[in-house]
Nanobody, 125 residues
Framework: QVQLVESGGGLVQAGGSLRLSCVASRGTFDTYTMGWFRQVPGKEREFVAA????????YYADSVKDRFTISRDNANNTVVLQMNTLKPEDTALYYC??????????????????WGQGTQVTVSS
């Protein structure tokens, strides 16, 4: 059973940066796609970014493209989301997830079977 723990959230002013980390323990990490999603109260969990198992393919939501960068370090079972030029609308609880199956990269939360507890990001205007 994969366990995921996110960290790095916090309060930042608009235009600032944050670096989220997700560390995996137990189970298998390095042969699965990893993703970042976010959720605000009353709304569905929203895709932010995903990275293939080898790190060669990345995908981003249009709303974060050119501002966020996802990367991974398989040797340390870690996936990172570097967030720059943050906006108030980026405020959310951010989750990392491990895709349930190997293969095509999923951009829907239903494609991910393991989640962390989330880390809160709050961007003030």
């Amino acid at each position: 059973q994969v366990q995921l723990v996110e960290s790095g959230g916090g309060l930042v002013q608009a235009g600032g940066s944050l670096r989220l980390s997700c560390v995996a323990s137990r189970g298998t990490f390095d042969t699965y796609t990893m993703g970042w999603f976010r959720q605000v109260p009353g709304k569905e969990r929203e895709f932010v970014a995903a990275i293939s198992w080898g790190g060669t393919r990345t995908y981003y939501a249009d709303s974060v493209k050119d501002r966020f960068t996802i990367s991974r370090d398989n040797a340390n079972n870690t996936v990172v989301l570097q967030m720059n030029t943050l906006k108030p609308e980026d405020t959310a609880l951010y989750y990392c997830g491990r895709q349930s199956t190997r293969g095509a990269i999923a951009r829907m939360p239903e494609g991910y079977g393991y989640w962390g507890q989330g880390t809160q990001v709050t961007v003030s205007s």
